[in-house]
Nanobody, 124 residues
Framework: QVQLAESGGGLVQAGGSLRLSCSAS????????MGWFRQAPGKDREFVAA????????YFADSVKGRFTISRDNAKNAVYLQMSSLKPEDTAVYYC?????????????????WGQGTQVTVSS
């Protein structure tokens, strides 16, 4: 069983930065596609970013392109989301997720395991 645990959320002013971390245990992390999703109050969960198992390709939602980066360290079983130039509309609970079957990284329905989430609040 794969377990994921996010950390690094918090309260930050608009324009600031945060780095989210997600640690994985169980399974073969280096074979998983990893994604970050977020859910704001009253809204559906939405895709933020994803990275392929090897780390050679990454993908971003248009709303975060140029502001967020995703990286992974397969030796540490960890994936990171560096968030910069944060906006109030980035406020949400952020979840990391693991995709183990290679079906694609853009849809939340393709992910097999999820963390509990970490709150990010951006004040104006």
């Amino acid at each position: 069983q794969v377990q994921l645990a996010e950390s690094g959320g918090g309260l930050v002013q608009a324009g600031g930065s945060l780095r989210l971390s997600c640690s994985a245990s169980g399974g073969t992390f280096s074979s998983f596609g990893m994604g970050w999703f977020r859910q704001a109050p009253g809204k559906d969960r939405e895709f933020v970013a994803a990275i392929r198992p090897s780390g050679t390709a990454s993908y971003f939602a248009d709303s975060v392109k140029g502001r967020f980066t995703i990286s992974r360290d397969n030796a540490k079983n960890a994936v990171y989301l560096q968030m910069s130039s944060l906006k109030p509309e980035d406020t949400a609970v952020y979840y990391c997720a693991a995709e183990v079957h290679g079906y694609g990284l853009g849809s939340s329905g393709n992910y097999d395991y999820w963390g509990q989430g970490t709150q990010v609040t951006v004040s104006s």
